[in-house]
């Protein structure tokens, strides 16, 4: 693994709101040359077919979400899961290169590949590496299904290279309204307004585009869900989905509960008593299945509120990004 000791900075060539804010601390990156093969096969029991295969370009992720999952995965780097997630960045600029030679050998196993699993495939490093953009170009080459869920605007440069492909969907993760639900748990990802100026332009492109209300936060965002949803029909999006809060280790509650409680104070309480009466008296699910459902009536009620506006403005709901469904490619254009 090579230091990079001062890598070209990203946020000079975009503006502020469209990669978002960088983060206070001193951002660290560092190049890793992978040696083996980048795409995961990672199990998901509410995903098609129960397995995602994903590829990671990144490691580690600027946008700070307090409540991101893929925070264990920095742990296995040697480095912590709090701020060592979002200051530490891990970047692996052969990863195109590999993907090309794994997808000679397997292409005609794979259903679908999604754009990441352990981060955001769209940092504000992406600016500069493009690694997932020749990434998605290897994808096109190969005729592989393809999906990408982001919380970035970044994702729009890419539309020439995501309409060369027949199958592939974009997703926007969008949990909150507005800024001010946002900054406790997202501080430094892109605002709210900028992902559905984004969504807009993905979906005018002709690209199939949704929207995913992940994480509810019980007892924190569940009435945003009706306005995200139609904000997100306004934009072109014709897919949703939602899941609950799930913390997966202890350092990530910790981590979570520590930036809770510094953020919002007075709200704090709420959202832990919520998410324990969710968990059993814990804030951690006790099995796999349990891991993005809730189970009281309070939440029964939050998945009926999104099934019925998901409904009402004409959603396919509950389908995640590994699904990706046909996308109108014009007949000039080479087939995905």
Same mark, same amino acid.
């Given at each position: ?28 990156? @560092? ?7 980048? /795409? ?38 040697? !480095? #912590? ?7 530490? /960045? ?8 590999? *993907? ?18 352990a981060t955001d495939p769209y ?7 493009? *690694? ?9 080459? @190969? ?38 639900m946002s900054n406790p748990f ?32 019980? #007892? ?6 009706? #306005? ?59 099995? !796999? ?18 099934? @019925?506006?998901?409904?009402? *403005? #004409? @959603? ?14 014009? /007949? ?5």
């Amino acid at each position: 693994m090579r230091h990079v000791r001062n890598p070209p900075n990203p946020y000079n060539k975009f503006s502020a709101e469209y990669v978002g804010e960088p983060p206070p601390t001193k951002l660290e990156v @560092f190049e890793e040359t992978a040696t083996k093969n980048v /795409i995961t096969k990672a199990f998901a029991s509410d995903w098609e077919g129960g397995w995602r295969y994903t590829v990671n370009c990144y490691r580690g992720c600027v946008h700070g979400c307090t409540y991101c999952f893929a925070r264990q995965y920095h742990e296995y780097l040697g !480095y #912590g899961a709090g701020t060592d997630f979002e200051t530490k /960045i891990v970047v692996k600029p052969n990863t195109p290169q590999l *993907l090309r030679e794994e997808l000679k050998k397997t292409r005609d196993k794979m259903p679908h590949l999604d754009f990441s699993f352990a981060t955001d495939p769209y940092l504000p490093l992406e600016a500069e590496y493009q *690694l997932t953009r020749k990434c998605l170009e290897v994808c096109a080459e @190969f005729g592989v299904p393809t999906a990408v869920i982001t919380k970035s605007p970044l994702v729009t440069r890419d539309i020439d290279v995501l309409k060369k492909q027949s199958k592939v969907s974009v997703f926007f993760s969008l949990p909150f309204l507005t800024k001010e639900m946002s900054n406790p748990f997202e501080p430094y990802t892109p605002v709210p307004e900028a992902r559905f100026r984004a969504m807009k332009m993905i979906a005018d492109a002709g690209i199939p585009v949704g929207i995913g209300v992940a994480p509810v936060i019980p #007892g924190y965002n569940e009435s945003d869900i009706p #306005g995200l949803l139609e904000r997100a029909k306004e934009a072109g999006a014709t897919r949703a989905f939602m899941s609950m809060l799930h913390l997966d280790t202890d350092s990530i509650e910790d981590y979570f509960v520590e930036k809770l409680y510094e953020r919002i104070p007075t709200k704090a309480a709420k959202v832990i008593n919520t998410l324990k009466r969710e968990r059993g008296g814990t804030l951690r699910h006790s099995s !796999y299945r349990e891991r993005m459902t809730g189970e009281t009536e309070q939440w029964e009620v939050t998945m009926k509120l999104f099934d @019925f506006h998901a409904k009402r *403005l #004409g @959603f396919r709901q509950h389908e995640k990004p590994g699904e990706p469904e046909i996308a109108p490619v014009p /007949i000039q254009q080479t087939l995905f």
